[in-house]
């Protein structure tokens, strides 16, 4: 089962942040064979949030690698996004042909009720890194759609979901995360 997982910074924490992050990286090491697309959310050169897209056995698996993971623990995190998720395009960050750092990069997060949008993927495809709807615990009811893109700006990025489909959608710049 695939999920998505957001770890969202909490005010002022950038010093705590900076201080668990060999603990935050062995931790996702033991989740390599694992791991779709990981990497951090960011207001200019700043950390806002932590993005970590994984394929595990169940729910309960998810919970304990959001909920225990080193800076969630030490109270580095506001709060945390954990949604099943499905893999439309079928594979990790480390496969998709633009490369780690070609160009601006974004999280696109659209949250919505209603009949599911966006199931298929978008016309330009080649500038998806990863993309997948947002599903209910049981994988029954879509509440929303997660893609990493690259773009030329936030607005272009933006544009990967449908418009008026959503109750909220943001727009992060992100980049491909791990060890250099």
């Known amino acids: 089962?695939?999920?998505?997982?957001?770890?969202?910074?909490?005010?002022?924490?950038?010093?705590?942040?900076?201080?668990?992050?060999?603990?935050?990286?062995?931790?996702?090491?033991?989740?390599?064979?694992?791991?779709?697309?990981?990497?951090?959310?960011?207001?200019?050169?700043?950390?806002?949030?932590?993005?970590?897209?994984?394929?595990?056995?169940?729910?309960?698996?998810?919970?304990?690698?959001?909920?225990?993971?080193?800076?969630?623990?030490?109270?580095?995190?506001?709060?945390?996004?954990?949604?099943?998720?499905?893999?439309?395009?079928?594979?990790?960050?480390?496969?998709?042909?633009?490369?780690p750092t070609e160009g601006s990069r974004y999280l696109v997060l659209g949250l919505g009720t209603g009949p599911a949008a966006d199931l298929a993927l978008p016309p330009d495809q080649d500038e998806l890194i990863a993309y997948g709807p947002l599903l209910s615990d049981d994988g029954a009811t879509w509440v929303g759609t997660a893609a990493l893109v690259r773009a030329p700006d936030p607005d272009t990025a933006r544009t990967v979901l449908t418009r008026d489909r959503y109750a909220a959608v943001e727009v992060h710049h992100w980049q491909f995360g791990g060890r250099s």
């Not at 060999?22 to 694992?34: I, L, N, Q, T, V």
């Not at 030490?74 to 998720?85: H, I, K, M, S, T």
């Open 1 to 99: 089962m695939e999920f998505f997982c957001y770890h969202r910074d909490r005010p002022d924490s950038l010093a705590l942040r900076d201080e668990l992050l060999e603990e935050h990286w062995s931790y996702m090491d033991r989740y390599a064979k694992e791991m779709i697309a990981r990497g951090p959310t960011l207001a200019g050169d700043v950390p806002t949030g932590s993005v970590h897209i994984v394929d595990l056995p169940d729910l309960a698996a998810a919970r304990a690698f959001a909920f225990d993971e080193p800076g969630y623990q030490a109270g580095v995190y506001r709060d945390v996004l954990l949604r099943r998720w499905r893999n439309i395009l079928g594979r990790t960050m480390w496969d998709f042909p633009g490369g």
